[in-house]
Nanobody
């Protein structure tokens, strides 16, 4: 079992930045690929970014490439999402997730554990 707790969400103006954190406990963190997803009101959950077990390989949704950066610190059992140049349409609940695979994955169904989410609100 892996427990995931997100933090770092909040209210930010358009063009601003936020850094989300996701602290993991339970199983060996480095055995898991990690991902970030988001869900806006009335919309389906969508993939944002993913990182493999070592942190060497990452993949991003086209909509966030060049603005968001996913990283991890296995010594701290934490994955991060640095979000720059935020847009109002990126207002959503952001979730981190853990997948029992060494390589990264963009598919929500491949993730075994999910956090409770953290709200990000981008004002115009």
């Amino acid at each position: 079992q892996v427990q995931l707790v997100e933090s770092g969400g909040g209210l930010v103006q358009a063009g601003g930045s936020l850094r989300l954190s996701c602290a993991a406990s339970g199983r060996i963190f480095s055995n898991y690929a990690m991902g970030w997803f988001r869900q806006a009101p009335g919309k389906e959950r969508e993939f944002v970014a993913t990182i493999n077990w070592s942190g060497v390989s990452t993949y991003y949704a086209d909509s966030v490439k060049g603005r968001f950066t996913i990283s991890r610190d296995n010594a701290k059992n934490t994955v991060y999402l640095q979000m720059n140049s935020l847009k109002p349409e990126e207002t959503a609940v952001y979730y981190c997730a853990a997948a029992r695979t060494n390589s990264y994955t963009v598919y929500a169904r491949r993730y075994d554990y999910w956090g409770q989410g953290t709200q990000v609100t981008v004002s115009s």
